[in-house]
């Protein structure tokens, strides 16, 4: 139920009209931000929004609140900074594969080293869409020229000590929203990577798991606590065989659902092996939270320590 004392969604859209190509991924993204943030019960006028560089990354201009449009691969520490200033604000940053894993992947890994207690979203198309289709950090081998490993950028994420990591898809309307709301609760850094369809240089690259002919076979929902199942009828699932995971058929006797691997949103070791479905083949992408601890926050304990060496001090935003 929307909180009307705060604003409503219409309250979050600018003056200014997006400048995505028609049909883009983006659209949906900025839509299903615009819906959640009256929910959550922040307050409007501590919203900020903060990117780089890209398609994506014109985000700010798109959302009626605070925000900031940087540099190439910078928002991390753009953010940081504001965050230290004045750590009521709510920050959401917004990146794209190519802003955030190749310039920017030093800021990145060690925003989520010191755990600042914000939001990320790294919409990623597995293309570089502002410079006309060059291939990015995570494009597959074989598209574009490609030669070199993409990142991926689960594994990417949960090495560097992310606390909240994450994953969706600019099509599933009702799972992002979920994720977004999953986002802003969580105490420290939030990653949530989006899939986003650029359909002008890399058009259909995420049809295997939004074609209805394929995604379920091609995608597994993650929760807390339930086993890893997937296919049309349900009747897959994942087993571990030591840390090795197996796919086995529920259609068959020689395997139930008591069997199979129950989600644990702890258990880093495991995220881990989920990250890496990605990497093997005939193994479904999984979606949802792969992640989540909650452990100190840098700006937290710069705030503490500020307060220690300050008798006096009494913190209204401004580090004077």
Known sequence: MINKKHFLTEDLVSNQKPKWCIGCGNYSILKQVQ?????????????????????????P?????????????????????????????????????????????????????????????LINNEIYGLTKGQHSPTTKIGKKNKIDKPFNTLTLVLGAGGSFVARSIDRDTEHLKKMLIRCYKHIGTSFLEIYQNCNIFNDGVFNHFTDKKTKYDNTIFLEHDKPLI?????????????????IVSLEETTYSIQDL????????????????????????????????????????LFEEKYKSNNENYTFDGFIL
């Open 230 to 246: 997937f296919g049309k009828n349900y009747n897959k699932g994942i087993l571990l065989d030591g840390l090795e995971p197996k």
């Open 61 to 121: 201009y798109y959302m009626n609140t605070f925000g900031f449009h940087g540099i190439h691969g910078r928002a991390p520490a753009i953010a940081t900074g504001v965050k230290l200033a004045n750590s009521k604000l709510n920050i959401w940053i917004i990146t794209g594969d190519g802003d955030s894993l190749a310039i920017g992947g030093n800021h990145l890994i060690h925003l989520l080293r010191r755990n600042i207690n914000l939001q990320l979203l």
């Open 261 to 300: 691997w129950i989600h644990n949103e702890k258990d880093r070791t495991k995220a881990n092996i989920l990250a890496r479905f990605s990497d093997k083949n005939d193994f479904p992408y999984p979606f949802g939270v792969l992640f989540n601890e909650i452990i100190p926050c840098y700006d937290q």
């Open 35 to 59: 819906e959640i943030l009256p929910i959550i019960g922040v307050s409007k006028e501590n919203i900020v929004f903060i990117s780089g560089i890209g398609c994506s990354s014109r985000f």
